[in-house]
């Protein structure tokens, strides 16, 4: 090393957050005894600005070139110590980072021991940083383009931010149409808004808008590169319709003689085999279900093609791909609603008057199965409702977490049946009620003024086995009342189950595809909780709406839009810096075995057939340091995770 | 005073460093013997690092990294996989417990997994003893 170090180390205390089981002081007095180390102190907030300002002054005054706080973990704040010490002109990549509050006093009861093991971490860094280089930020411009993937509410609220200031947004949906599963809902809590009047106008916006490129039937594939400079593989599936000739006159689903359950509808009504999901889809564009349709299982029919005026229908469309180049990708892939036939006990699938509250969500919209009545599948109105909450949450055997949306949904539909079949009978069978929301505790307030009985208990059974003679042809709601300590048989006319919201079924291949985690529960992983709820442990890939955890539309829209404002703020900055901790080949030492050629999975490393060594791609290399642990020669580098740094680290946190 | 072993820890950054984040905010109680050290990916780790590890006084060691098929770079954690059990081997022909060394899948949302492994690794050293050292070594 041409200077000599002098190393500055601060220890945090974190309010009582350290302090309260590590003793700093001790910690202080004993990095002052370390090598190299000029200063060593304890402070009450290292993070607040006089923490920062005196982490300044010393660089300053003492000439630190090297700098460790010991604080939290380095995921929190290693870039704001970064951010200071460059302030204070040291490159950043001279300071270290040591985590004594989760890794330490977090997790450890007794004093003494949290004490050794904070002074172990110290010394690692301490002994870590002496050996630590100064490394350059590279930057790279920023593809001003953008994914979303998802055309739910969440992803139409991001592409519409996006686009509204002014930049290309591809719009992906796997269905047909935009719209998911907003589009299937008839009203919104609490305030009762028609769903269809405040979405409709969102989708057309989206297909109309220039800035948007609307992907529809299309998934994506591939995803390779890194923030601001991704590449996407998509897959436009065929539609057998030409989107450029199609008119949307409807004639052809008219004349389709072949059906299958419309899955808009929930199983409730039959499309035909060329469909749109809904009326107001977008784009109006039919789909043939190759599943469904004669001429696909039997090669006869064609009879949408003869009666196409537009002449739009085209059987030997293929699937397509296409590549598209992005900086940012905003994931919003949604929830799949839990099926509740798994909970035999509740007789779903077995009994024609038990629903999901998707089916009902249809039953109730006035374009759904039964023109917005509620009706039971003998064709008359029900004098009795029974609405089970949680049903697949808040239950072990399920999902233990709560959906949130589902007391207020629960809610939602006492009100529309107790307007649309006055004299009705409404039962909800709740655990908590869960009201948590702007306005949400006002409407549960108002439902229980509406003749609403709530009955506090889990329900063990649906059975259609009448014990008493007004039983005879009910379904019998068996439950505990927890309220009245009692068992207690409901007979009603229906049952709607408040399903679950769960993660979608291939939530874990799309979670590899865009290089993101996932939670305990399946749903994608945030980047921090509180602090970057939309961001994801790789940069430029952003989690939106349902994808994410349950959440309600207002959330899910707060959440979109978060996302948008990330992502331009990414655009407008217009370039990103990249990591500089990446791998670095010694063309003195490499024996140009090509080991490392084939370990690197972004194939970032190539061979110099003339020269007979290999070199590294700095813009593809990710820093994994795969390549460095395989070297046989030594050859390779990984920078700022070097051999020498780690066993220097090694030996610290054994002292 | 009963023997208490010393273990370091190789964290991969993305999910098992995470995981052990989440066990302290989670105010969760891992045992205190596990002595952390991040690296970017468990494929970094370097059966040197292992070797240099119980050279410099730890009893046991612990690599941790992301599930298989979750890797944050594709595919490292499988490299490890491979690199391990040819060090284990390597250990055991060294007369050296190949118990000391352990390799677990820990994801992000994993806290209280992580927390197992310390206390089992730990107990699981605790029976094996400290590592035998001929020229001393902190726990000699």
Known sequence: MEDKARIGVYICHCGSNIAGTVDTKEVAEFAQGLPSVVIAKD????????????????????????????????TLHEHTFRQACQDAGLNPYLFEMANIREHCSWVTEDRDAATE??????????????????????????NPSTLVVGGGIAGIQAALEIANAGHKVYLVERAPSIGGHMAQFDKTFPTLDCASCIFTPLLSAVGQHPNIELMTYSEVEELSGYIGNFKAKIRKRARYVDEDKCNGCGTCIEKCPWKAASEFDEGLTQRRAIYTPFAQAVPNVPVIDTEHCAYFLKGTCRACEKFCEAKAINFEQEDETVEVEVGAVIVATGYDSFDPSVISHYGYGRYDNVVTALQFERMCNA????????????????????????????????????????????????????????DA????????????????????????????????????????????????????????DSLM???????????????????????????RLFNISRSADGFFLERHPKLA??????????????????????????????????????????????????AAIDEELCSGCKICNLLCPYSAISFDEEKEVSRVNEALCKGCGVCVAACPSGAITGKHFTTEQIMAEIEGVLV | MSFEPKIVAFLCN??????????????????????PIRVMCSGRVEPVFVLKAFEAGADGVLVLGCHPGDCHYSEGNYKTIRRIALLKNLLSQLGIEDERLRLEWVSASEGGRFVSITYEMTEQVR????????NGGSNG
């Open chain 1, 117 to 142: 093991k904070a002074k172990a971490l110290v010394s690692a860094a301490v002994r870590r940083v002496f050996y630590q280089e100064p490394l350059e930020v590279r930057e790279v411009p920023v």
């Open chain 1, 533 to 582: 709820p939309v961001a994801t442990t790789t940069e430029g890939i952003f989690v939106v709406g349902c994808c994410q955890g349950p959440k309600d539309i207002p959330d899910t829209v707060a959440q979109a839009s978060a996302a948008a404002a990330r992502v331009l703020a990414v655009i407008s900055k217009g370039k990103v810096e990249i990591e500089a901790a990446i």
């Open chain 1, 485 to 511: 300590s009692a068992i207690i048989r409901v007979p009603v006319d229906m049952v709607i189950l408040s399903t679950a919201l769960e993660a979608r079924a291939d939530a874990e291949a799309v979670a």
């Open chain 1, 43 to 74: 402070y009450m907030y290292m993070c607040s600005d006089p923490g920062q300002n005196m982490i300044k002054e010393d660089i300053k005054q003492l000439g630190l070139n090297r700098v460790v706080v010991a604080s939290c973990s380095p």
């Open chain 2, 127 to 134: 029976k094996l003893g400290p590592f035998p050292r001929r």
């Open chain 1, 367 to 422: 374009s759904g199965p039964t023109q917005g009545k509620i009706l039971l599948k003998d064709g008359s109105e029900p004098k009795s409702v029974a609405i089970i909450h949680c049903v697949g949450s808040r239950d072990k055997n399920y999902h233990k977490y709560c959906s949130r949306v589902c007391c207020m949904y629960s809610l939602k539909y006492s009100h529309l049946i107790r307007e649309k079949v006055e």
């Open chain 1, 425 to 480: 009978e409404i039962y909800q069978f709740y655990i908590d009620m869960r009201c948590f929301g702007k306005g949400y505790e006002e409407f549960y307030e108002r439902l229980s003024e509406e003749g609403v009985i709530f009955i506090r208990g889990k329900v063990g059974e649906v059975t259609n086995r009448a014990l008493t003679e007004e039983e005879q042809g009910k379904l019998v709601v068996v439950a505990e």
């Open chain 2, 14 to 35: 993305w999910c098992s460093y995470r995981g052990a984040d989440l066990a302290g905010t989670a105010r969760m109680k891992s045992a205190p013997n596990v002595r």
